[in-house]
């Protein structure tokens, strides 16, 4: 069985550019998440879709993220403009149902796209 | 709002000492708590999900250890390996989130 597939796997860029992460599930995969995990802490959810409908936004900063989930497979996030504390690593996981939000099944996550923003 | 805390930070122990790794939580209004493994440049692994009516929950030489009432939450490594080495996460439910800990970083030295 494939894995959670993320594109780029690394990126840098300047303060106030824009940029784009792919995520593409596990096949069959109901719900995906984007996390945002900055050097030296945990995983911080930035948003949860169930298909291709959002769960949970509460923690994505609106103002310059984005992200949408394409007829419920593939997702991409999006930052425009970039600053400075954006640099992290930008996991995304899946898993097969959570439609408990998925605490109680288990997350499948890809290897992360690092982000320097400088 | 659940606060996850895990210390150490990071742990050094020699090939075949067993790893014991703390993670400590507010909200013991928790159904289960999950342990996680993130190895460099990748990204995390799930090793273990514990119920809230079980106390512990076992899958080859790892066994982790549940006490709500204290908030409190326990991983055993029995005879540490260097393929151990690793950064270990814990989580806990948060308001349908789930609420990481920073982790505990181990190398193990053969």
């Known amino acids: 069985e494939a894995g959670v597939a993320q594109s780029p796997r690394y990126k840098i860029i300047e303060k106030r550019q824009s940029v784009a992460f792919w995520c593409n599930p596990i096949s069959g995969h109901a719900t995906l998440y984007w996390y945002q995990q900055i050097l030296g802490q945990g995983p911080k959810l930035l948003i949860q879709?169930?298909?291709?409908?959002?769960?949970?936004d509460s923690q994505l900063p609106k103002d310059r993220f984005s992200a949408e989930r394409l007829k419920g497979v593939d997702s991409t996030l999006k930052i425009q403009p970039a600053k400075l504390e954006d640099s992290a690593v930008y996991l995304c996981?899946?898993?097969?149902?959570?439609?408990?939000?998925?605490?109680?099944?288990?997350?499948?996550f890809g290897p992360g796209t690092r982000l320097t923003v400088l | 709002k659940q606060e996850v805390t895990q210390i150490p930070a990071a742990l050094s122990v020699p090939e075949g000492e067993n790893l014991v790794l703390n993670c400590s939580f507010t909200?013991?209004?928790?159904?289960?708590l999950q342990w996680f493994r993130q190895d460099p440049g990748k990204g995390l692994t799930s090793l273990l999900l514990?119920?809230?009516?079980?106390r512990e929950q076992t899958s080859g030489r790892l066994n982790a250890s549940l006490d709500k009432s204290s908030g409190r939450s326990t991983l055993y490594i029995a005879a540490s390996q260097p393929g151990d080495s690793a950064t270990y996460l814990c989580?806990?439910?948060?308001?349908?989130?789930?609420?990481f800990g920073a982790g505990t970083t181990v190398t193990v030295r053969a």
């Open positions: 879709f169930q298909n291709n409908g959002v769960v949970d």
């Open positions: 514990i119920q809230s009516s079980q």
């Open positions: 996981a899946s898993s097969l149902d959570g439609s408990t939000s998925g605490f109680t099944d288990t997350q499948y």
């Open positions: 989580a806990a439910p948060n308001d349908y989130k789930l609420s």
């Open positions: 909200d013991s209004a928790i159904y289960n």
